[in-house]
């Protein structure tokens, strides 16, 4: 590759009448659908009385929050991962398109609290450990596997988990976030150092904590069922979507004429970042699959049951298609990954898979109905089949799409497009794939 003359300069982010539209208008819009959805929802599913139907009505809302809480949350917070593991790692490459996961991060200030409420409203009504008496012996609705649980899951520890969680992962987001500002005006290694020291602390206890806040969100959900991938598993969700939103955005903003020293060699790792974790995410997702097939123990294959053989099939499928099959076939090539025509269909067609993924982890578990309490689980619990995209589903998708955009956009604005004192800065300006 011909290097030409690189030029480090200040640039900054200016953000358009545009983007307020397609941000705001994302929100409006998605607002509105999901109101007329949620009032217009009327199942008719047999054996259900009046009441146990606006149950389902409350059931649905309260999935399709927690399906884009926990959907965009991660993506924020595997952008703060991204950051401290090439830090860890030394990498001069991503310096140049750095401050893109740093404006994603920024979402945490917001998309946690929210995160937090959906489970705090949702708890007694989408999780099926917390109903009143299930953990207590004598109890008409007693159910011994999961008093066998009550150790960990119980609601004093699982809300004391989250907000620690939460907030070490949040606080550390702001401290990058700083430190990468601070370095702008006083150059130096002091904000690097920094830097450094808090990626390896954070990437160490991310990783424990990651795991067990899938478990608690996510997994929790089907409380008799547990994979010891299932945290692998979500953050490869998280991880190859927030790889997705970043090649997004690196695309835009050079089609804007912003980011002079971000060439098709940063998009070209983009889009390798893409193609292989992809191939990642797919390998977990057969691991965990085939593991749980092969031995066919009951508690653990009716998880798969519901989504392989009930009505949620076609997703099933769906998922593994649009998130192996396009990003495998359409990313083989060298030029494609390059390519903003082709990087744009992947990453929506990515970043819709991925979606769906977060979907098929809660729709099945979270929309079942207790029935009489004196059955013994799983026999008091009615099966409700797939209600489809409707309204509801495609509003609270494009809310959170909205809200997750225009936080992104606004932190552009605070600091330069890069970050122009870091020491690797025009190592990245220099990058080159070598073939």
């Given at each position: 590759m011909e290097h030409v003359e690189v030029q480090i300069k200040e640039e900054k982010y200016q953000i358009t009448e545009?983007?307020?539209?397609?941000?705001?208008?994302l929100m409006i819009v998605g607002l509105i659908l999901a109101v007329i959805g949620y009032f217009t929802y009327h199942p008719h599913i047999e054996g259900l009385s009046e009441h146990d139907l606006h149950h389902l009505s409350m059931k649905r809302l309260l999935s399709n929050l927690l399906v884009n809480g926990y959907f965009f949350f991660i993506i924020s917070i595997c952008a703060v991962a991204?950051?401290?593991?090439?830090?860890?790692?030394?990498?001069?490459?991503?310096?140049?398109?750095?401050?893109?996961?740093?404006?994603?991060s920024e979402y945490t200030l917001i998309g946690g609290p929210i995160l937090l409420l959906i489970i705090i409203l949702g708890l007694p009504v989408l999780y099926h450990w917390a109903h009143d008496g299930i953990m207590t012996e004598g109890s008409s609705n007693f159910d011994e596997i999961l008093a066998s649980k009550s150790w960990y899951l119980n609601k004093s520890f699982f809300y004391v988990?989250?907000?620690?969680?939460?907030?070490?992962?949040?606080?550390?987001?702001?401290?990058?976030?700083?430190?990468?500002?601070?370095?702008?005006?006083?150059?130096?290694?002091?904000?690097?150092?920094?830097?450094?020291?808090?990626?390896?602390?954070?990437?160490?206890?991310f990783g424990f904590t990651f795991s067990m806040f899938s478990w608690d969100v996510m997994m929790s959900i089907d409380a008799h069922w547990y994979s010891t991938i299932f945290s692998v598993y979500n953050f490869a969700t998280g991880w190859v979507s927030a790889l997705t939103i970043m090649s997004l955005f690196t695309f835009y903003l050079r089609g804007k004429g912003y980011l002079n020293i971000v060439t098709d060699e940063h998009q070209h790792d983009l889009g390798k970042f893409m193609f292989a974790f992809s191939v990642f995410w797919t390998y977990m997702w057969v691991a965990q699959f085939l593991l749980i097939w092969y031995a066919n123990i009951p508690e653990e294959v009716a998880y798969y049951k519901e989504r392989l053989f009930g009505s949620y099939k076609?997703?099933?499928?769906?998922?593994v298609c649009i998130n192996f099959l396009i990003p495998f076939f359409f990313f083989m090539s060298r030029d494609n990954k390059r390519s903003r025509t082709v990087g744009v269909f992947v990453g929506a067609c990515l970043l819709i898979g991925h979606w769906m993924d977060v979907y098929l982890m809660v729709m099945p578990g979270a929309m079942n109905l207790a029935t009489d309490p004196s059955d013994a689980y799983p026999a008091g619990i009615i099966k409700v089949p797939a209600q489809g995209f409707g309204m509801m589903e495609i509003g609270f998708a494009c809310l959170f799409a909205g809200l997750f955009l225009w936080m992104t956009l606004k932190a552009l604005t605070k600091a330069n497009l890069y970050p122009t004192k870091h020491p690797y800065v025009m190592e990245s300006a220099l990058h080159d794939v070598g073939i």
């Open positions: 545009g983007n307020k539209k397609w941000a705001f208008g991204f950051i401290a593991i090439s830090q860890l790692a030394n990498a001069g490459w991503y310096v140049a398109i750095r401050r893109i996961p740093e404006a994603m988990r989250l907000i620690l969680f939460m907030s070490f992962w949040i606080f550390s987001a702001f401290l990058i976030r700083k430190f990468s500002r601070n370095e702008d005006q006083i150059g130096g290694l002091t904000s690097f150092n920094k830097t450094y020291a808090l990626s390896a602390a954070f990437t160490v206890i076609f997703y099933f499928y769906f998922v």
